[in-house]
Nanobody, 117 residues
Framework: QVQLVESGGGLVQAGGSLRLSCAASGSIFRFNTMGWYRQAPGKQRELVADITSDGRVNYADSVKGRFTISRDNAKNTVALQMNSLKPEDTAVYYC???????????WGQGTQVTVFS
């Protein structure tokens, strides 16, 4: 089993920044993909960004140039630096970890990000 614990959400004015962190523990494979999804009220959960253990990154078009994902393999952590935040970034942000074949996905409990104008 894998446990994911997020931190760093909060309330911020438009144009501001927040940094989300996620720590994974448990049975973690050497090769995995960690990342972030978000879900706004009334909308489907969507990918924000993810990063493989060998450093390949993937961003949603809506956050390219504003958000940066990074990870520390030794500590099994992933972070999301969010700059130039917009009200439409308001959502619950979920950390995820994918590993194994067949692939298994694990989720954190979610952290609220609210951007006001």
């Amino acid at each position: 089993q894998v446990q994911l614990v997020e931190s760093g959400g909060g309330l911020v004015q438009a144009g501001g920044s927040l940094r989300l962190s996620c720590a994974a523990s448990g049975s973690i494979f050497r090769f995995n993909t960690m990342g972030w999804y978000r879900q706004a009220p009334g909308k489907q959960r969507e990918l924000v960004a993810d990063i493989t253990s060998d450093g390949r990154v993937n961003y949603a078009d809506s956050v390219k140039g504003r958000f940066t994902i990074s990870r520390d393999n030794a500590k099994n952590t992933v972070a999301l630096q969010m700059n130039s935040l917009k009200p439409e970034d308001t959502a619950v942000y979920y950390c995820k970890l994918d590993q194994g074949a067949p692939m298994q996905r694990y989720w954190g409990q979610g952290t609220q990000v609210t951007v006001f104008s």
